[in-house]
């Protein structure tokens, strides 16, 4: 991590009650360049989780007090940008399905080598950049047509009409009331309806 931030580097929680699999994972991790912590268990995940903001948590599936289950659904519910990825000796085709179900990007068997558990990482992260980068993207292209539309238009009416659409759109209503002033008094109101 010479040289970079930790804004700079992926952020890795790694979450496992045996402590030797934990430091190595920590260890390797951080020698692939991310900044890493780890945590007990699931409740200790929660509290990492709290204190920063993290890109992927590695946890085990199996632990006391909470497991990987639980805590992937409380990963979703409070946290829904953070890739999971799920370690499991408990290798059975049902478990791997539920963790999936449940929101899970990837999950790895143990035994396991620590490359292929890079490589799940750095696939998960690069899932992770592309969907971050497609919703910027539609966010720019939907205020690319409203000023396109904008710029073409005459007619308050129109460029009313055509913010309403953007403005339905972009935050998933059915309704929208736009109410402008000529700061003299007068107002100019129009309602904008999703059409089924």
């Not at 143990?110 to 558990?117: A, L, Q, S």
């Amino acid at each position: 991590m010479s040289g970079q931030s930790t804004e700079d580097v992926a952020k890795v929680l790694v979450v496992d009650d045996e402590e030797v699999i934990r430091e190595i994972l920590a260890d390797f991790l951080t020698m692939e360049g991310f900044y890493v912590r780890t945590a007990e268990d699931g409740g200790g995940a929660l509290v990492e989780l709290s204190r920063d903001r993290f890109d992927l948590v590695l946890s085990d599936l199996k632990m006391p007090n909470m497991g990987g289950l639980e805590l992937l659904g409380a990963i979703r519910k409070h946290t829904p940008h953070v890739v999971t990825i799920i370690m499991t000796g408990f290798g059975t085709v049902e478990t791997a399905i539920e963790a999936m179900k449940q929101g899970a990007y990837d999950y790895v068997l143990k035994p396991f080598k620590v490359e292929e558990v890079v490589h799940t990482i750095r696939r998960g992260l690069e899932k992770q950049r592309l969907e971050a980068e497609n919703f910027r993207l539609k966010e720019a292209l939907s205020l690319y047509k409203v000023s396109e539309a904008i710029a073409a238009s005459l007619s308050l009416e129109q460029v009313v009409h055509t913010l309403s659409r953007a403005a339905i759109d972009e935050v998933d209503s059915d309704l929208v009331t736009v109410l402008l002033s000529d700061g003299g008094g007068s107002f100019y109101r129009r309602s904008t309806e999703l059409n089924p």
